[in-house]
């Protein structure tokens, strides 16, 4: 399978009052061409930098380039295929236009579509996402969840193959989960690779091909949702996932 993502001993030190911290200590992964990969880890492990630095916002200490593989390796830490689409937390930070229509198509008209091109990416963009009916509404008015999915559908419309999805379930409630989850798979299956950050693994154990696990800014686990995961979450301050109640089991294996 090819490779869309590799990082080699990646790492990333901040200046701080206190002195140097690391962020990201000697982080190795490979993600595949249409992998889901869930990278889980409690908060100020180190996902959103590991996020940043992929998606070519944020450099890491060892002169990250995200270029092709076969010119860049010998000197860099990250290759990157492709343009990277990120989705952050605060997804309303994203939103461009004043309605979702006019949101999606800023993309596309910045990199010189015609007019039919980008209407047709907007409307492909908008019923993949679920938000064709809202499609003229105040972006501003939209839900938590809906702007996280608006900012998806910015992606999609602008073809690009690797999406990265910060902490996607935050503040989402029982609907708004399973209504991601269905954006999520719906992904998977058009072959796109997808990254999830987030600290609440359970709401996608029925998702990820893989599991990568950071903790104090190291790589502590990568597999799947085997024994070897579930008998150290706690101990890597991630809550397990083997819980009782319904809900969280129908999310799980729906």
């Given at each position: 399978m090819k490779t869309q993502i590799k990082i080699n001993h990646l790492s990333k030190t901040f200046n701080t009052l206190a002195g140097p911290k690391k962020a990201l200590d000697d982080v190795s992964l490979e993600i595949a061409e249409g992998e889901c990969v869930v990278i889980g880890g409690e908060n100020g492990s180190g996902k959103s930098v590991l996020m940043q630095i992929i998606a070519g916002l944020m450099d890491g200490d060892n002169h990250t380039v995200v270029e092709p593989v076969e010119t860049t390796?010998?000197?860099?830490?990250?290759?990157?295929?492709?343009?990277?689409?990120?989705?952050?937390?605060?997804?309303?930070?994203?939103?461009?236009?004043?309605?979702?229509?006019?949101?999606?198509?800023?993309?596309?008209?910045?990199?010189?579509?015609?007019?039919?091109?980008?209407?047709?990416?907007?409307?492909?963009?908008?019923?993949?996402?679920?938000?064709?009916?809202?499609?003229?509404?105040?972006?501003?008015?939209?839900?938590?969840?809906?702007?996280?999915?608006?900012?998806?559908?910015?992606?999609?419309?602008?073809?690009?193959?690797?999406?990265?999805?910060?902490?996607?379930?935050?503040?989402?409630?029982?609907?708004?989960?399973?209504?991601m989850n269905k954006l999520i798979r719906q992904l998977k299956a058009e072959g796109k690779t997808v990254i999830i950050l987030t600290h609440?693994?359970?709401?996608?154990?029925?998702?990820?091909?893989?599991?990568?696990?950071?903790?104090?800014?190291?790589?502590?686990?990568?597999?799947?949702?085997?024994?070897g995961l579930r008998h150290n979450l706690e101990a890597w301050n991630i809550r397990n996932p083997l819980v009782s109640y319904s809900k969280v089991e129908d999310l799980i294996w729906e």
């Open positions: 390796m010998k000197f860099s830490s990250v290759f990157v295929d492709g343009r990277v689409g990120l989705v952050f937390q605060e997804a309303e930070t994203q939103i461009l236009g004043e309605t979702p229509a006019e949101d999606i198509a800023f993309g596309p008209k910045n990199l010189g579509w015609k007019k039919e091109e980008v209407q047709e990416a907007v409307r492909e963009a908008l019923e993949q996402t679920g938000l064709t009916d809202k499609a003229d509404f105040p972006a501003r008015f939209l839900s938590g969840g809906e702007k996280r999915r608006l900012a998806v559908a910015c992606m999609l419309a602008m073809k690009l193959p690797t999406i990265i999805l910060d902490e996607p379930y935050a503040n989402l409630d029982f609907g708004g989960v399973k209504q609440e693994i359970e709401k996608c154990l029925g998702l990820a091909d893989r599991f990568v696990v950071l903790f104090r800014g190291k790589k502590v686990f990568d597999g799947t949702s085997g024994i």
